[in-house]
């Protein structure tokens, strides 16, 4: 059972932002977000994760909401090879050993 | 470095024959898990290990798949008498020996075909 809910699919022009919304209402204070993608036919690729602070990497930056029942991701300069299933998954702290729960996730288009 | 990498990329095989694949871990990392995704579906969640033991076998599907990992590193599962419905993406995560957030680290999977 995914405890998030995403946009079933996105479209962003080539070098704007893509930003993707993600809402974990139920989340627990125990609880991570994390971001994960799947580009066709390859494996999940891990993005980013969070767990109250908002937090940025070299991929991306992950903006969580005080309450901490939404966030974005945001790819601040789409290329066309961003193109993929983008998952937001919640998961608790020190649950070592527990499966990711992939929901269906939002397909994200990045055009030229 | 190195990712997880997993072998054979492709494997197609007839109903009825046991097949084998395999994982590399990225080094040092002591848990590591096995998924399957069918086409067009989300991940299915099938076994985890930490370090050679396995807690959690339930996410097995039948008593025909098994797996086993050895010195901490390398795994295999093992499906025994392949049927249509296994045909499948096999993937493979691993993830290092951190407290706290327990992030995994995927390959590129092997994609099996019962003819």
């Known amino acids: 059972d995914a405890k998030t809910t995403q946009p079933t699919s996105m479209d962003c022009a080539e070098g704007r932002a893509a930003n993707l919304p993600c809402n974990h209402s139920t989340i627990s204070g125990n609880e991570y977000v994390y971001w994960y993608r799947q580009i066709h036919s390859q494996g999940p690729q891990y993005i980013i994760h969070?767990?109250?602070n908002n937090e940025t990497n070299e991929m991306a930056s992950l903006i969580i909401t005080e309450d901490r029942k939404s966030s974005t991701l945001i790819l601040p300069h789409a290329t066309l090879r961003d193109t993929a299933v983008y998952y937001c998954i919640v998961r608790p702290i020190d649950n070592y050993g527990q499966n990711f729960v992939f929901g269906p996730g939002t397909r994200l288009s990045v055009l030229p | 470095g190195a990712g997880v990498s997993q072998s054979p990329s492709n494997k197609v095989t007839e109903k009825g024959k046991d097949v084998e694949l395999r994982c590399d871990p990225i080094?040092?990392?002591?848990?590591l898990y096995w998924y399957r995704q069918s086409l067009g579906q989300g991940l299915e969640f099938l076994i985890y290990?930490?370090?050679?033991?396995?807690?959690?076998k339930s996410g097995l599907p039948s008593d025909r798949f098994s797996a086993e990992r050895t010195g901490g590193s390398v795994s295999t599962l093992t499906i025994q008498r392949t049927q249509q419905e296994d045909s499948a993406v096999y993937l493979c995560?691993?993830?290092?020996?951190?407290?706290?957030?327990?992030?995994?680290?995927f390959g590129p999977g092997t994609r099996l075909t019962v003819l």
């Open positions: 290990f930490q370090g050679n033991s396995a807690p959690d």
């Open positions: 080094s040092g990392h002591t848990a």
């Open positions: 995560a691993s993830s290092p020996p951190s407290g706290g957030a327990d992030t995994q680290y």
């Open positions: 969070g767990l109250k």
